[in-house]
């Protein structure tokens, strides 16, 4: 379908949220004019924010998170255990390992994992900043927790290498099946994974 | 799950996003970390879109539809056909109608359609301006071409009886079977109405 915008500020608008990923023109359309329906005051408000975040937004110096302060809230918490390293690939990752609310100790944040197909090598990565701070000293176990693919298998080797000298405990998180998840339905590799990593069973799982 | 932003900036930007119609929380986190990705530039373009839109569109002083300009492109265009206007809902039905290109008349944008359930009634959309249109003389056909819905069939018999008196030819885009659906899925009363405004056979539907 050929569109004929009727204004050429419409298209350009609805142009912009198109480019956006999983947004079509159909769709770039509608919350166009769905942002068209509103007072200007909060049109005004929506293109502030997203410009504000950009042009203001601060990464943490230690953990590379998304921060408003030069150090981020996390890193500059006395309460959290600065001993305890834990690896992401992104700013997402650091939120879905908070919300378990089973961590105490501090992040790095990668900004990726190693990706030849997509040109991400190794320094386009906080992984020279990693290894600098584990050999500060006063990190005693750096936990991997990069997505279970063959790109973060990689970046986990690579680590793993670079921090074959320093004196730090290396772990990676848990690979099993899901709580919930029936055994019927688990791919083998999970499985197979599942049996040799077993644990002790204490009455609870 | 208790989402814990690391950015207050970011979380404001986040809200803007979700409050946008069909996106949810993680949507907007998934937007509006693409576009830091981005650059600079590209993120002030898409501010800029929205808020220079909302700031400067006009709507048409004869159709009401969306345009750069006092007068839209359709309405100023000499080879139309200003004797037959076609009434729809909104903008998104001009361009629908347009991409059909089986119209040459002009329109004429309502803005909405007879709803007392969302409040929206006869003064809140654009059929005095309808009417006024009509009573000036040089409109011959008018064709409503609103949805197929209660609220549709309401504004197309309120139009109707505002148009009465005038001396306009008023007709109603047909009802019938979709092209390339299949009679045994249809609903019985599109299936009836099709048998009932049966047009006679010429070789090619």
């Given amino acids: 379908m050929n569109q004929q915008y009727p204004s050429a500020l419409l298209e350009k608008a609805v142009g ?20 068209l329906r509103q007072d200007s005051s909060v049109v005004e408000a929506f293109g502030n924010a997203i ?16 921060s408003d302060t030069d150090t981020c809230q996390l890193c500059s918490n006395p309460l959290r255990d600065a001993s305890t390293v834990c690896v992401v690939e992104n700013i997402r990752d650091v939120m879905a390992v908070e919300a378990t609310q089973q961590f105490k100790g501090l992040y ?12 991400v090598g190794p320094s386009d990565l906080q992984i020279e900043s990693l290894v600098k701070r584990v050999e500060e000293g006063s990190v005693k176990e750096v936990i991997l927790a990069l997505s279970s693919t063959m790109e973060g298998d990689t970046t986990n080797f690579y680590i793993f290498r670079k921090l074959a000298k320093a004196n730090v405990k290396l772990s990676v998180i848990a690979r099993g099946i899901s709580i919930g998840d029936e055994l019927e339905y688990t791919d083998e590799v999970t499985l197979g994974r599942s049996i040799v990593n077993r644990t002790t069973f204490t009455g609870t799982v």
């Fill in 16 to 35: 912009e949220f198109a480019k956006l990923p999983g947004i079509g023109k159909k769709t770039a359309m509608r919350l166009v004019l769905h942002l």
């Fill in 51 to 66: 410009v504000t975040l950009k042009r203001e937004v601060k990464y943490c110096k230690v953990c590379h998170n998304i």
């Fill in 108 to 119: 790095h944040v990668l900004g990726g994992v190693i990706s030849p197909m997509d040109g």
